[in-house]
């Protein structure tokens, strides 16, 4: 790739480090998201010549998996499984999503159809490139939507 992949990589990073750094804080600590930030962009760079497709994906597909790992050293040792949390809300829009219990039953789906709807609807992937930064196939990823969604409907329904 040489200096011609040098500027498409700084173009790839301008255009994305925004939404990738949105992608990690609601996954994780903003003390651990720097770091997780920076390794995301490092591992990409390291696996340039695999992007097949668009960036955006591959990199979230990145980016989980260095969150996973993160979450893992952070919580090892501690005889327990990693809880299932969602960070603070800071944003307007988030605290909204928040008071209205979303957030809470959000916490109730299991972490397949957590991030199939975070991918979704926070991340606006369309469910092909959803399935790409999850890691699986496309009719797996609206099947994981489909039930996020009927049990979201069924957790919302009974906070009211």
Do not use: N
């Not at 219990?101 to 991918?119: I, M, N, P, Q, T």
């Amino acid at each position: 790739m040489g200096q011609r992949g040098s500027v498409w990589f700084e173009g790839v990073y301008r255009e994305h480090r925004h939404q990738v750094w949105r992608y990690l804080m609601r996954r994780m600590p903003e003390r651990d998201a720097e770091d997780a930030l920076a390794e995301v962009f490092s591992q990409a760079w390291a696996s340039r010549h695999s992007l097949r497709g668009p960036a955006l994906p591959w990199l979230y597909g990145i980016a989980r998996h260095v969150v996973a790992r993160t979450l893992a050293h952070v919580h090892r040792g501690t005889g327990s499984p990693t809880p299932v949390t969602l960070p603070v809300a800071d944003s307007a829009e988030e605290q909204t999503a928040a008071r209205s219990g979303a957030l809470a039953a959000l916490g109730c789906l299991s972490d397949a159809e957590r991030e199939a709807v975070l991918l979704i609807a926070w991340e606006g992937l369309s469910p092909a490139h959803a399935a790409r930064a999850a890691g699986c196939s496309t009719p797996a990823m609206t099947l994981r939507l489909h039930r996020a969604r009927r049990r979201l409907e069924r957790e919302l329904g009974e906070a009211t």
